[in-house]
């Protein structure tokens, strides 16, 4: 019947991205730095009159991983969390050695150190939450989808503020883990996607130096989060901090954006797909005498069959066994890149970096 194919049909639809053409509204909003949308598709007048550039984004776009490395100073929190749950002080936790400062044994203390099974929650669903967040972020674009990802962040600190009022640490697992991390995982690929989009001739290079800002957070948020325990608490932590990185958050979601149609920097579009540009009037009275020959040769790859000569950007840069892999690979559609074995060992071997750390 044909309600029976619905769900798998809705499933294709969303594995079947198909970027959305901008509005004339959006392209002229987007000329300047911020960008600040109240409905759709209209935008506050611009708030900084500074032109927009693209190399501001690599300051986004850092400063948004920077927020996300938050992430991964959570064991800087779990002694502090413990203690407070547990209604302990810091000087009764055990410490690596088994015991406390105290004299007790901490085998008559009762079960300890469950707040670091927050992390494990958080880390597994920011995987999920990245791996199938990719269509919805092209669809809808990296502004909206960083708003989406600090909305997530802010309600997951909220309830990890009521957990720690009522001493829970299921609410813990679900508030942070849970709604942090599907904040984590969205926000995580975002920015990257946004700044790999402008410099398509850097594609490295940009991914390389956003995700950068993740590991400097880490280390640095460490940094932050002793001071402010000690300055409001941590019953009031995770309400304070969550309102701090969202406020970040929001900031760069209004700088992120993607380009403008038909944009192609060093002969390259978006996607990194090498294009053919336009030529200028002297490579016109240049090439005028060579368009012939040319045109006779490409005749001739067509009449033999070899397409792949004509058509693919790369023949000359990539060896026998890369083109048969590239043209493989150029074949599959997004739900069978998925589920190929793969992205299935890609996936598990950083999920397991992730969770390692």
Known sequence: MPWRCQPQHRLTLYWSVIAPEKSRAQIEAEKWILVVPYAPGKYCLPLCTLPFRRWMLFIASFVAQFCNGSLYAWSILNP???SYIQGRSMDAMPTQNGTGSGSQSTSSLPPDQKAVVT???AAGVLGFAAALSGPFVE????RHSLIVALCLLFVGHVAAFLS???KSYVG???????FCGAGYGIGYIAPVSALMKWYPDLRG???GFAVC???VGAVAWGDVYEPLIAAVGMNCFFLVFGSIISGILLISAFVLRTPPPNYVVSGRNVHGVKVSMPPTESEKLQGHSESTERVSVVLEEIRNGNYMNVFDYQKQELGE???LYHNKVKSLRIRECVFSIEYLLLYLHWERGVSSR
């Open 80 to 82: 502090h969390i413990d």
């Open 119 to 121: 992390f494990y929650v």
């Open 139 to 142: 669809r809808h674009g990296p």
């Open 164 to 166: 720690m009022q009522y």
């Open 172 to 178: 813990l697992y679900i508030g942070y883990g849970v």
């Open 205 to 207: 290079t940009a991914g």
């Open 213 to 215: 800002g993740f590991g």
């Open 321 to 323: 066994a890369e083109i």
